[in-house]
């Protein structure tokens, strides 16, 4: 069992986990196998296009995406950060997310391009008038860029590009002012009997 230190981050654990086991698988999915090592210098990469996408500690993160390599990426690449993950389900539609962007303010979505025959992006870029919050969308998939409606759309290489900008130490500045007690991400209730509520999780919280 990892050995943190007091008040550590989701990050702090992650780097400690690297440390510990190094080249010792992390994750074995569909995307092939991961190790510590390498899921830290993944969640780095990320986390500097964040920055040059203008993310900052605080901001919120949609996340719409299913079971993944690249849900993992985003979350310990946002924690990094200080910005809180707004985790959305690939089975909400309409009705629900603009309830849950618009409640959680999530200034960047990244998602799937669609599901289930739903076009996710489509719906973004409807909702985008309601949500005076959303400034950029990413869609998790090799192509597709441009901009509908006011709201810029990316394709996930495009989001990768913009880490070339961001030097070491831009990174380590956004990085700096992280606390255990900093919201790492935003859970929705299911709604069922009402409108569906978000639950705030600390670094701490979830260590």
């Known amino acids: 069992m990892l050995e943190l230190p007091p ?5 702090d654990a992650q780097r ?22 390498q899921m830290l210098a993944q969640a ?7 920055v040059g996408l203008g993310l900052r500690r605080g901001e919120r993160l949609g996340l719409l995406a299913g079971n993944q390599l690249e849900w993992l990426q985003v979350f310990y690449a946002a924690a990094q950060l200080g910005v809180a993950v707004v985790a959305l389900s690939a089975r909400y539609r309409e009705g629900e997310l603009r309830h849950m962007l618009r409640d959680a303010e999530v200034n960047v979505l990244i998602t799937v391009p669609e599901a289930e025959g ?3 992006v489509q719906m973004a870029q409807r909702l985008q008038p309601e949500l005076p919050q959303l400034r950029t969308l990413v869609q998790l998939a090799p192509e597709g860029a441009g901009a ?4 810029p759309v990316l394709s996930w290489p495009a989001l990768m590009a ?3 900008a961001v030097s070491d130490q831009a990174l ?12 790492a991400m935003v859970i929705y209730t299911s709604g069922t009997t009402g409108t569906p509520k ?3 999780l600390t670094h701490a919280s979830m260590l």
């Open 7 to 11: 008040n550590a981050t989701l990050s």
């Open 16 to 37: 400690a986990a690297a440390r510990h086991w190094g080249d010792a698988p992390a994750l074995m999915c569909e995307a092939g196998r991961f190790s510590h090592a």
């Open 44 to 50: 780095g990469e990320l986390a500097r296009a964040l």
């Open 118 to 120: 739903f076009d996710f």
């Open 148 to 151: 509908t409606g006011g709201l």
């Open 162 to 164: 913009h880490a070339s």
């Open 172 to 183: 380590a500045d956004a990085s700096a002012g992280v606390q255990a007690s900093d919201l």
């Open 198 to 200: 978000g639950a705030g």
